[in-house]
């Protein structure tokens, strides 16, 4: 069936260090969403990426989308604790909305 | 309230009983979704709605699970002889749009713990 691989599953940063997480999907997206997820919450909308090759920045947030719109990323610069969480990206495909597995930011004490 | 509205927040059953699970959505917004969260992991999707009708129950996990929405707006999860496997966090969410392209939004969740 169809998927969005997101990797990586983990990443431990240092605060200040960059943090970076992909998603890969196997299918043609129409569309691709990614949300943030702290501890203990519930996913909250970060953005959504419709075009080919779109690049949206939100603060020390940027986002692309691939020029094939197979692929996205979500790059954070100078991580900050506020950070921490899961990031997960959602793409839409054939009416459905596929959900990569997230990535867990982790910033090391 | 202006948010997505689930309760009850925490069900603590035991195994064999039926537990219900409810979600208010945000006014007037037509798609309503279901996702069950297992500690540390992703997201599974459930059921979707669009109105009352359910164009895809393709995630629902057995027969014991089931789900309704009334009047366009409020939507139960039903679980039956409820499993430990059961155990988990139950997102319900809703969006403006009437397709899949539309943002999100999210309640706290339901946490069913199955003893």
């Known amino acids: 069936g169809q998927q969005v691989m997101q990797i990586p599953q983990y990443q431990h940063v240092q605060e200040g260090e960059d943090f970076t997480t992909y998603c890969n999907s196997s299918?043609?997206?129409?569309?691709i969403q990614w949300y943030k997820q702290r501890p203990g919450g519930h996913p909250v909308f970060l953005i959504q990426l419709v075009k080919s090759g779109e690049v949206k920045k939100q603060k020390r947030l940027t986002f692309q989308f691939g020029e094939a719109k197979k692929n996205s990323s979500l790059h954070i610069t100078a991580t900050q604790t506020t950070d921490v969480g899961t990031y997960f990206c959602a793409g839409q495909s054939n009416y459905q909305l596929i959900w990569g597995a997230g990535t867990k930011l982790i910033i090391k004490p | 309230g202006a948010g997505v509205s689930q309760s009850p927040s925490n069900k603590v059953t035991e195994k064999g009983k039926d537990v219900e699970l409810r979600c208010d959505p945000i006014s007037g917004h037509t798609a309503l979704y279901w996702y069950r969260q297992s500690l540390g992991q992703g997201l599974e999707f459930l059921i979707y709605?669009?109105?009352?009708?359910?164009?895809?129950k393709s995630g629902l996990p057995s027969d014991r699970f089931s789900a309704e929405r009334t009047g366009g707006s409020v939507s139960t999860l039903t679980i039956q002889r409820t499993q430990q496997e059961d155990s988990a966090v139950y997102l319900c969410?809703?969006?403006?749009?009437?397709?899949?392209?539309?943002?999100?939004?999210f309640g706290e969740g339901s946490r069913l713990t199955v003893l």
């Open positions: 969410a809703s969006s403006l749009e009437s397709s899949w392209t539309g943002e999100l939004f």
């Open positions: 709605f669009q109105g009352n009708s359910a164009p895809d």
């Open positions: 299918t043609t997206l129409s569309n």
